[in-house]
Every structure is written in structure tokens, then in C-alpha cells.
């Protein structure tokens, strides 16, 4: 059955905070005429009427992104529910909705919990590395106002969960970061990392999908990405500290997005996580106009597919057929005779601009961390695969680990 995801962000590249290390900031560039950003109801009516209507699958999740969504104003969301209702069609209905929580107040609060709206909240660590980068536009920290959003969405009662940016300075200190997010959160955890190439560096794995001129740096050359952006060692120390916490201590009680991900790989079960998925095929951002680009990373001109107003969002999506089956195929030849091939598919193609150790183009920035980090979990995902495909719960692996010492390498 057909089904897509499509990230809306209905207020465009415009947010209340001056985030360093941004990359969408700079999309207000593509809209020179746009006042305000806002997406009108016109828009939003459309979208949501097309994007039911184009899903072939029972259940139906909405994500709403930015800049910063909750600047469109809770009652911006309250159409949004009103018409979701108004063209549901009998199909479950679900939202998240991804902020970084510095206007959220009890008029929200009681509105996100009302209406189940699952809540990303954007923190990076204990306050030294949070304020780092997330700084608002006079140059104040924020630290202390998104903990004091978080305590709120607790009380009440909000579902949410955590969303941290590993950069060059919290990248440093796995173990800090993550029992800090497990002292804050509900248990469920993800990471993003930052790796953004540096002015005039543009070129990147999807224009080896797309057939546009590749620009690719020399193997382990880290001199083409931004100071805040994360190296593969970085990378893979930082997940495989975790991983030897999570695993002895955690599983089944604290859920983060990158074992979880990597699990459903090795049980053969399609990856919810684009990153690691087989295809980039069915995936799309939405912009405030009704304009739909390739990749929420792929925000530009050349990979504008259509706009909701002039064609249906089917017949955009059409537009992706050849981008999807094309993320494997134009992979190096190195890559894909890797036995951990079938866990990363080759990673994000924005992370693809570096040559592989026999000179082949497209190979992924983090694949030699993706390899030592997959190797590392490799015996213990094994055995949770066992223990799931004998019918048993994959928490008991504690219990194994706890017999037999040999495998408790912390």
C-alpha cells in the first residue's frame, strides 16, 4: 500500500532562536518575496485533504517542523485538527510535532495533550553544551527556559520525547549527555549529528542520485566540514559508550533511536529511520507555499519536486521514483561488499562526499564509524534477534550479559 512522509513546516525557515549551527536558516534565501512565512489556511486545507487522501495505510501521521512551528500559534493547530477531522475518511490520525520549546505555555501544554500530539523537544546535553549553540537572537542562553518547558509537558502529562544535536562539543561526552537526557526525559532518545560541509562545498551524495557533477573529498579529509560539525571517531566513541551502558543496564527501559533502528536491520524489518532505509523513495518536506522538496536536507531549487496548489501531492511524489532505488544503486563498489552493508544501506546520501580507499566516489563521511560501531553492537544485536525471534522480549539480554562476563565489556 502506498504511503508517504511528508514533513510539513508551516512557518518555513523562520524560528524565535539563532541556533549556530542551523542549516535551514539560510532557506528564507529561496523566498525573497514571502513577508511572513506563514502558511495560509488555503495551503494547510490542501495539504492535509491531499496527503489523507494520497495514503493507501489506515494510520496517518502528521509532522510539523520549522524553523519554529509553534510560532504559527495555537490556533493555527487547532484548524489543523479541525480539518484533519473534516477529511479523515475513517483513517487514524496521529501528530508530532518537533520544537524547541521556548514558547510552550499551559495554553499549549493543555492543547498538545488533548489532542495527543507527540512532542520532540530539541536539548543538547547538560547546560554548557545546550547554550553553546542554542543561543536566541541577543545572545542569551535557552537552557533553562527548555527545562522548564520539559518539567511542564511531565506535568501535564504531554508525550515527548528528546531530541539532542550531537556536535563537537557534547560529541566529547557520551556518558554526561545520555544520563542526562535519561534524568530529563520519558525514555525515549534520539540523535541527530551534525556534519554540514563548509561554504563552497555544497556537492554532495544526492547529486550522484539526481546525475549532477559529483565534488568529492579525499578520504578521511576533515577540512570541508563546519567546527561544530562531528568526525567519524567522534561518532562512533560516542555511540558505542552508550551502547555498552544501554545494554547492561537499559534495555526495555530507556529507548534510543539509533539501537532501536539499528535492531529492526537486523531483523530484516524495513527501518522506520530514512538514514538507514533502502530507498529515499515516499519522503518529502513541505514548505509554508505548498512547495514540496526531495529531503527536509535537500531544500533547494534543483530539488523542488512540485507545489500542493498546481498538482496533487501523488502526482509529485511520482517525481521520486528514480530517486529511491537509486540511493543503493549509485553506491560504491567498496560499500556495498561491506558485511555491515545491509545496517547503514550507505547512510544518508548528503553525508556521501568522500572517495573510498580505492579512489570510487560517494562513499558516506561516517562509514568508517557506522563499521566499527556496528561491529561492536554486532554480538550483542545477535543475540536479541535470537531471543525476539524465540518469542522472548530483548531486555533479557541483561540477564544473559550478567552470566556470562566475558560479554560485558565496559
Known sequence: MKSYAIIAKPIGPICNLDCRYCYYNEKKSLYPESKSFRMTIEVLESFIKQYIEAQGVPEIQFVWQGGEPTLMGVDFFREVIRLQNQYSAGKKISNAIQTNGILLNDEWFEFLTANQFLVGVSVDGPERFHDHYRRDFNNKPTFEKVLRSIERLKQHGTSFNTVTVLHNMNVQYPLEVYQFLKDIGEGFIQFIPIIERTTGTNTNGMDLILDSPPNPTKQNDDTSVTQWSIKP?????????????????????????????ALNNWMEIPSPLCTFSKSCRNSGALEHNGDIYACDHYVYPEYKLGNIMESDIARIMVSQKDIGPRKIETLPGYCKKCEYFFACNGGC??????????????????????????KHMSPYLDLMKKLLQSGRPAYLIKDYINKHPALNRN
Open 349 to 374: 546520501p548528503k553525508h556521501r562526499f568522500i572517495e573510498s580507499p580505492d579512489g570510487e566516489t560517494g562513499l558516506n563521511y561516517l562509514c568508517p564509524a557506522y563499521k566499527k560501531t556496528f
Open 233 to 261: 571517531n567522534q561518532f562512533a566513541d560516542f555511540y558505542i559508550h552508550i551502547f555498552n551502558e544501554w545494554i547492561i543496564k537499559d534495555v526495555g527501559d530507556y529507548f534510543v533511536q539509533f539501537f532501536d533502528v
